[in-house]
C-alpha cells in the first residue's frame, strides 16, 4: 500500500527541510522506496521571523496551518508532519476540521523516551517561552522530572537571533549559548536534553561530538511516522443538505434536525453543510413536460458537499429522489433516502398491511418513485384522481400556493380536497409527498374525518430523526 506522507514546511525553514531529509533516509523508506509518496509544502508565512511571544503569532500559525492541510486533502495524503512544537498546541482543534491524521511529534518523544527509561528520570529541556508556559511536555512525559536552563532569554537569542539558528547560523555565538544551557542542564543532573525545539535538530551533531547527550527530535519525529500508523481522531458527523429544493423546505428540515437533536449545548448539535442552490431546474417539470434535466445540477451539488469532507447527504426534496439512484452510483458517500425511511417508518409505526395515501407533485406521481418504494414494503397505494391531483398541484405550485410563501388560505383548502379523497379511498395514512406540504401543517399531525383519525406522514421530519439517530449510533462506535 502507498503511504503518502506530507511535512508542513514554513513555520521553520530549516527545520521542515531537516525533517524531510531525515524522512527520505529512513531505512524503511530506502529499501521501500516505491511504497511512498512525499509531499513537501511551504508557503510564504508572514510571522516566520518572529519569535514565540505572542498570541498573534499562534492565530496566524492555526490559519497557515490549515490552508497547507486543506491543500494535501486534495491529494489525498494518508499523514501529516508538523515540525512545530508550538502549533501543537491547537493540534485537536485543526484536527477536527482536516480529514488527514496529524502525526503528535510529543507522542513520538513519550513513547521513544518511556521506552528506553521504565524509571523516572531528569529531562533537562530547552523550548520556547511558550512551550515552557503551556506545560504540554509535562502531559505527556508526567512521570519524569523536567528541568529548564537558568538563562532562558540566551537560548531565545540562540534560537531567534538576527545570528541565531533559524536563520541558519549554527555554530559561534547560538552555539556555545546552547552548549552552555545544556552543560548547565548535566550539572543539574540531567540524564539527557529534549529539544522543544525542532531547530536544534540542525545542530544535534556537534553537541554530540561535546559529549552532550541530547536527543534528534526530528529523526525520532520521522522514525515514528513512518513505523506507526496514524491515530485517527474521531471527527464529528458532518450532514451535507442539498437544499434549495424548494428554499424553505430546506430551511424547515434544518430546523427539525436541530429540535429533534438532544443538547444541552451547541456544539452537542449535528454539524450540517447546506449547499442551498435554488437554480437546480424543476424536477417536475422535466418529469412530466421533459423540460431541463437537473441530474447534472443535483450530481454537481452533491459533489461539491462531498468535497467538503461530509459523512452523508440528505436531500429535502421527495421529487428529487427519482434522481438518486444515478447519482448514488457516482458518489462515495450515501445519500440517505427519504422515501425508503418513510416506508420503514410507516411499517415499525402502522404494521405492513395498512394502506397508504400519497400527496405529492405529478412528477413524484408519475415517476413512480414513492410507488416503487411503498410497494417493495408491501403497502397498497391510494392517489388522487387528475381533479384532486390537480387540486394538490395547485396547493404547491399555485398563485397562493406553498412555493410562493403562502401556508393558509387556498393552498391549504387544495391540498384538503385532495386529502378528503384519498381517505375516501381508504387510506389510513397520508404521506405528505411533497416537502412543501408539512409547512401547511406546523401543529397538525392528523386529520380527523367521520370520526377516524387519519396521521399525516412528514418525510422531512422522519429524515430528520432518522439522522440524529445515525450520529448517535456513530458516536457512541467512535
Known sequence: MLEKIAVIGGLGTLSG???????????????????????????????????????????????????????????????????????????????????????????????????????????????????????????????????????????????????????GYFDGLSLEYIYQACTELNSNGCDIILPGITELSLIVEQLWKR???????????????????????????????????????????MNKIIKNTPAQKDQDHIKMVVEQNPQIPDRTAHLIYNETDPSIALFSTCRRLEAEGVDAIAIPCNTAHAFVQDIQEHLSIPIINMLTTTAEYIRESFGESVKVGLLATSGTIESKVYHNILEEFGFDVVIPDQEHQNNVMESIYGKFGVKAGFTEGLCKESLLKAADFVINSGAEVIILGCTELPLLFPIETKIVKNGKSIPLIDPTLILAKKIVLITKNESSNK
Open 211 to 253: 559529549g552532550i547527550s541530547i536527543l534528534d527530535v526530528n529523526q525520532i519525529y520521522a522514525d515514528y511516522a513512518l513505523e506507526h500508523d496514524s491515530d485517527i481522531t474521531a471527527k464529528p458527523f458532518k450532514l451535507g443538505i442539498l437544499g434549495g429544493v424548494g428554499p424553505s423546505a430546506t430551511v424547515d428540515f
Open 17 to 167: 527541510g531537516d525533517l524531510f531529509f531525515k524522512l527520505l533516509k529512513n531505512q524503511r523508506v530506502l529499501k521501500n522506496q516505491l511504497q511512498y509518496h512525499f509531499v513537501f509544502e511551504q508557503q510564504p508565512y508572514s510571522q516566520i521571523n518572529l519569535p514565540l511571544y505572542h498570541e498573534e503569532d499562534i492565530k496566524s500559525r492555526k490559519y497557515y496551518t490549515y490552508n497547507v492541510c486543506k491543500k494535501f486533502e486534495a491529494q489525498s495524503l494518508t499523514k501529516v508532519l508538523l515540525p512545530c512544537f508550538a502549533s501543537h498546541s491547537f493540534l485537536e482543534e485543526l484536527q477536527k476540521e482536516i480529514s488527514i491524521p496529524i502525526v503528535n511529534i510529543f507522542k513520538a518523544l513519550a513513547e521513544y523516551i518511556n521506552s528506553r527509561f521504565k524509571t523516572p528520570i531528569k529531562i533537562g529541556v530547552l523550548t520556547s517561552d511558550y512551550v515552557k508556559e503551556s506545560h504540554m511536555l509535562s502531559q505527556y512525559i508526567p512521570d519524569h522530572e523536567l528541568i529548564f536552563p537558568s538563562h532562558q532569554e540566551r537560548l531565545m537569542e540562540a534560537i531567534y537571533g538576527d545570528q541565531g539558528i533559524k536563520n
